[in-house]
Structures are given as C-alpha cells and as structure tokens.
C-alpha cells in the first residue's frame, strides 16, 4: 500500500524550513501532497495561485510530491486522498503547544489519520513564514531563508 502524507499549512510563502520537511518526509513516505487551506479570513501576502506557483518552481526537482488546496476539515480532506497520515514540522517549543492541539483534535476527529511530527534541521529552527515576512517588510535580507523565486517575489511585493 502506498504512504501517503499531507503536508498542510498556509505556506506564505513556502521557506527552506518548509521544503527541508517534505524532504524529511519523503525518507517515510511515498507520496508527499502539500496543501494549502483555502482560508478566506485569514490575511495573506500571496494568492493561493502564487503560493502554488512558488512551490512548485522551489520543489521542481523534487520527486514524488505534489500540490493542491483544500477547505473544511483537515481529516476529511486526508481521508479523500487516501493518506495514511498528516505530517508537521516541530521547530522551538514554541511550536509545541498549537501543534499538540491541533493534533489531538484531528484525531478525536478521525481516529484513522494520525499526525507525524519532523524536526527541522537546526539551520531552520527560527524560519518561519510570519517572521520572514515581517523582516522583509522593512527591507531584511531574507535571502537565505526561502528559495531565490520567493525571495524575488517577496522583495518586489514589498517594492525593494
Ligand atoms: O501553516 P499553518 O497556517 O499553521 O497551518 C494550519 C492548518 C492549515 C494545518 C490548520 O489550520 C488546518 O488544518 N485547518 C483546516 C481546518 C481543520 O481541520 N482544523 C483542525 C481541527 S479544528
């Protein structure tokens, strides 16, 4: 049977953090889905189509992953596609709190679907899409934190 992950989130934009856990992932997994919550109350700085795009052109030479949205519950989206498991990246403490509830939630929601959490490399402990955007705001090099198109479209979204 083949193992299936959906690695979920808002990735705006997809970082080096994001791209260093799918690779984890594909260590355990077959097949890798990446997808986006289609979130209409939440601000975002790239569309979705932009987000798609950036991922894809980031993770061009990666095999065996694959892109798409989703709305409503995460489990049902995991069950629709067949996965075997929702996969997470765990960065600082920090991170542990949201994500433990998160978990736990989809789990009373479905019992099948379980989550598996990866560390990030030590180089991306501190990457995080919100902090990213915020330095870039004002002008910080961000450059080695997300992959060269990001950077690009993140300097010019900001006008730099
Ligand atoms: O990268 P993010 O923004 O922290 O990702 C959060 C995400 C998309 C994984 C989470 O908000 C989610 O799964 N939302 C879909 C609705 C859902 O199933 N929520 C969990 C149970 S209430």
């Avoid at 049977?1 to 970082?15: Q, W």
């Avoid at 959490?117 to 990457?127: A, D, E």
């Avoid at 902090?131 to 730099?160: L, Q, Y």
């Amino acid at each position: 049977m083949e193992r299936i992950a959906i690695y979920p989130g808002s990735f705006d934009p997809v970082t080096n953090g994001h791209i260093d856990i799918a690779k984890r992932g594909l260590k355990l997994f077959d097949r890798i889905i990446i997808a986006i919550l289609l979130n209409p109350g939440k601000q975002s700085l790239f569309t979705v189509d932009e987000r798609l795009e950036m991922l894809d052109e980031s993770m061009s030479g990666i095999d065996n992953v694959e892109f798409d949205t989703f709305d409503g519950l995460l489990v049902d989206y995991a069950q629709k596609r067949k996965a075997n498991a929702v996969l997470r990246g765990m960065r600082a403490v920090s991170d542990f709190e949201y994500e433990f509830q998160l978990a736990l939630m989809n789990r009373k929601l479905n019992r099948e679907v379980e989550t598996v959490f990866l560390m990030t490399g030590l180089r991306w402990i501190f990457t995080s899409s919100s902090i990213i955007k915020e330095a870039a705001r004002f002008g910080g090099d961000v450059s080695d934190m997300v992959p060269p198109g990001v950077n690009h479209r993140i300097k010019a979204r900001f006008g730099f």
